[in-house]
Every structure is written in C-alpha cells, then in structure tokens.
C-alpha cells in the first residue's frame, strides 16, 4: 500500500525519471506496474538499487534494517536511503552502530489503513498527511534535507524528532489505539457481531489490519508500547472503581477528556 | 437524531397520518418541522399523545420510566409505548414492578452516531440495522407484535431478548467499545493530536458522542459493564505479558482473534 502510493505520487508529480519497484512476486510486481504505481521492477535488490537517486524501503519493520545494510553496499554513494517504518528507535540504532548513519535517515509517513496491496494505493495519500523524519546525532544536514524535502514533495506535512521521542508518541497515537481495537474485537464473542452497531465498527476497524505486520510493530516498540498500556489500564481502572463504586466523577472526567480530544481532532 | 430518523422514515413510508413531535423546545421542534421529520409539535407531553396510535419515546435513558408513566396515564389505552434506550433491564423492571408491562415493551435500535439533533436525521437509519425488541414475562403477545412490526416497517432486523440478555450483549458490543474509544482519546496527549493517523481516528470516533448520554448509558448498565471492563483487561494484561515477556505467542492470538472478528463483520 505505501510503496504503491508513494510510487503513483512520485509519477503523478514527475518527481523522478523513473520509478523501479523491487520485490520477490512478479505477478504483484507486473500488477503495480499495469496500475501505474512504477515504471519497471526487478526482484533483486542490489540491482533494483543500483541507479538510483532515492530509495525508500516498504517492507515490515523487522526487514529494514538488514536491506539498509544491503542497499548501502549496492546503490550510488549519493543516493538517499529511507524507510516508511513505523517504528524509528530500533532500526535507527541499529544502523548508527553500523556506521550508516550517513546513508540513512528514518522516515514514518502517517497514512495508510488496515488494508495491504498496491491495489489499494493512492496518489494523494501523503497529501495533507504527517511524516515524521527521525535523524540521529551522526545524520548530515543535507541528507535530512533531502528525506525531507521527498516527503513534503509527495505533500506531506514533515515534523522532526529523535527515532525515541517518535516512538514514545507513536505508542499512544498509533499503537496503543490498535491494542485497544484488537483486544474489543477478539473479546467480542461472535456470536454476538449482528449486536454491533457503527460504534463497534468504527472502534475495531484497524484490527483488520495484517498480523504478522502488526506482531513486529508491537514487539519492535515493546518498552513504549507496556508503558502505554499501563497508562491506559490505570485509566480505565479509574473508570472502573467510578462505576461500581456508585461515585460517577472518575467517568464523567474521562468521558470529557475523551471528547475534548476527539472534538478538537474533528473527522 | 433518533426521534427525527423515525419521523422521517415514517412519513416517507406513509406508516401513519400524522407524526408528531413532542418535546421541550420550541425552535428544535420547529427546526424538525421543516426538516420533514414530523408533521407537528408540542411541548406538553400528556397533549402530545392524548390522540395517539404508537408512541416512541427516544429521550434519555434516565428520563424513559417517568415518561412512559406520564404517557401511560394521559394515551389511549389501545395505544402501544416503546422506547429506543440503550439500555433495557433497568427501565423494564421498573415498569413492570409499575404494572406497565402491558403498555410498554422496550426496543433498541443499533443505530446512530456520535452525532445529536434531527438535522443528522436520515429516513433510512434503521434500513438493514438490527432493532433489539425485549418482551418481560407480563408482555401481552398482540403488544410485543405491534412494537416488533413497526421497526420492520422501518426497514429494521428485529431480534428478541431479554432485558437482561440486551444489557449482557451491548455491555460488549457498544457499552465496553465507547469506553475504550473514551479512555484512549481521553490518555492522548493533546498536543500529540497531530500525529495520529487514520487508526486513532476510527477508533476513538464514538468518544464524540455526548457526555451526559453516555454517563447515563454506562451508570443504567453499570453492573454489565463492569464485568466487560474486567474481560477486557483480562485480555490486555495477557497482551502486556506477552510483549513484556518477549513471548509473542498471547500477543499474536489476540491479533488474530481481532482480526477474524473484524474480517467477519466488513466494512
């Protein structure tokens, strides 16, 4: 979804001379191609690479930082490499240890949904939409540019933070939320799922999203991500004891700031 | 929002003669006049159903028993009385303890929105959405029927349960969702509003909806929902071991539990 959007944007705009998506299915490959989302494609990665000006890694977050290293070795010196992760501490380490922080700057556009696919992709889903770049002590001033200026070209709203400011964020606007999702619909018995009404739907939708994608997410920000939950279980204790406890103040609170905050985000 | 759908719908199907609105003031009446939701007015309630065939009250949830007493006293005696509160135990037992079972039999229709007010109204709301109908055992059959008929005509999924049974099933598919849309909005930081995406806007859309309805909703079923709070953090706390433990295995079952709910319900 995100490398097929990036790679329709990227046309659309004529931002680049040539778009060349790398993966290992053909059949997906020759389909991104026929829905225009690249130019051409090839299934190795060091030859994909080794033309290029910019490259930007869509794959799941355990696979980048050994295609970092991969791509590094493969593509031009002055090519900028990214990634569209979302999670930045992990990976962003890994490579300053690495001695890539030269070649690499982390990047989280945050768009998306719970579907997969360039068949879902769109050229205007970074349009208006945040990206966070995540350079390191060791990041040079001009490659940072260059990331960014990528993204605010596609029409991203670019904001900087450390890749551990990113992910303590992260935890509370993005994962946190999918917990939430996930655990409300897997407790839900199913035989009840024709009692449920937009309010189920909506608060659900993103448990559709794709396992083994969100399993490396999650495992990947686990630090972040237990705090959120603690902070999130201490909440809804407070509502708990409110309720049984006849005092209904703790709840009232919740249910305010929970709707001060939703109001102030609108649609 | 629910009182204004059911007049619309009523009059676009031509199901009665005349709809009239009955309420406290006088320029939303009004307003809901020249929306088309109903054909009339009036601000006193025992005018307003003194002629009345059906009456369904959608105010809420706390005001329903007065209500259905007041209307009881002042309708025809042929006349049935529905509601369309989200919750059903509290206000059914108080009715029948009353000696009310044989005028009033309580409904939900899953319907609705985090929005209020019959300029959201739509003629179709109940098209294809479930309509709970919940006969106690003092609910005269030729009663329980006219109610059950008249959502039908409305394009409504009728199902029949207990009160209690209602209040067991919507503490899990709506009552314990809202919380959770509630505590996750409410334990954002606001001045991270902007890095959301399209995850946290679904699945806190319903902590928009109004505070003194819900707090209502949540006290009525207080005893439902405290035990769907517990299931809920049950799973959780499982989530947290497994990602704190760096054991995936608890962490990966929720996902796909969630996600084969949600694959099960559709968009």
Redesign the interface.
Known sequence: LIGGSIGMAVRQRALARRVLGVGRNRERLEAARELGAIDAWETELAAGVRGADGIVICTPVESIVGQVREIAAACPPTAWITDAGSIKGEICRALEVDGLAGRFVGSHP????EKTGAQHGQADLFED??T?VTPTAGSPKPLVEQVESFWRELGSRV?RMSPEEHDE??A???H???????????????A??????????????????D?EL??QI??GN?GQ??Q??????A???E??RS??GGD?GG??E????????????G?
Do not use: Y
């Not at 946190?176 to 199913?190: C, D, E, F, M």
């Not at 009840?192 to 999203?209: C, S």
């Not at 959120?228 to 279980?233: M, R, S, Y």
């Open positions: 945050m768009a998306g949904s939409r945040v966070i904001f964020v992260v509370r606007t993005s946190l939320p999918h917990l939430a999702a996930s655990v409300v619909a897997s407790a839900t018995p199913a009840w799922l024709p009692f449920t009404a937009g309010g189920w739907a909506d608060t659900t939708r993103v448990a559709a999203g396992v969100w399993r999650l495992v686990r991500v237990v959120a939950i603690d902070e999130f279980t909440v809804l204790a509502v708990r309720l049984a209904p709840l009232i919740v249910l305010q700031a929970g709707k001060r905050n939703r109001d102030a985000l649609n």
